[in-house]
């Protein structure tokens, strides 16, 4: 895993048009990613833009996403922070009803899945089921929902397996990821196309 340095990747829906491009910077006081998503939406073409940051402890602080979008749907911006500590904020809003979430979940990105595999660290076998912070695309109205991760892989410097369940929507995916815990497949969902 890297502690320190940069990476850039490249993800593709798996059956809509679209690209995603996350430049991500790894560091000891905790990460930062910027992300560029161009994606077909049902009728909608979204172009999106998101930066995320997190403490050492992969909780994240700070995330801000904005939407520019084709035909009738409206652009949208979104400013979530948190203390780490499961008290958030949404565009500068106290948001109590998403209290306890360390993590967000963006409807169109398989980048928010590193967060909370890194930030658990389970060993092979090992479950958590977690609240986190969903945010929907376009319509960015944050709400809390519950997932599991299990792990199937130990991360480790060839990578790693999880199993993914969106309890609130009755989903499973079995995801791989690199060293970084960076997803590489995202069955159904999402493909990445660089680095490979």
Known sequence: MNEAGTRNVYWR?????????????????GMRAVGLILRKLDTA??????????????????LSFAVMASGETAAGRLVLESDGEGNWHVNGEPQPDLAGCLDPDIQITPFTNTLPIRRLGLGSGASADIQVVYVPVPDLTPRLAEQRYTCLEELGPNGGSYRYEGLFRDFTADLTVDA????????????????L
Do not use: I, M, N
């Not at 829906?13 to 006081?29: C, K, M, N, R, S």
């Open 13 to 29: 829906p798996w059956d809509e048009p679209g690209l995603e491009h996350l430049h991500v910077t790894f560091a000891a006081d």
């Open 45 to 62: 073409h979204l172009r999106c833009r998101y930066e995320l940051e997190t403490d050492a402890a992969w909780r994240t602080r700070k």
């Open 180 to 195: 970084d815990a960076l997803v590489t497949d995202y069955p159904e969902t999402f493909r990445r196309v660089w680095p």
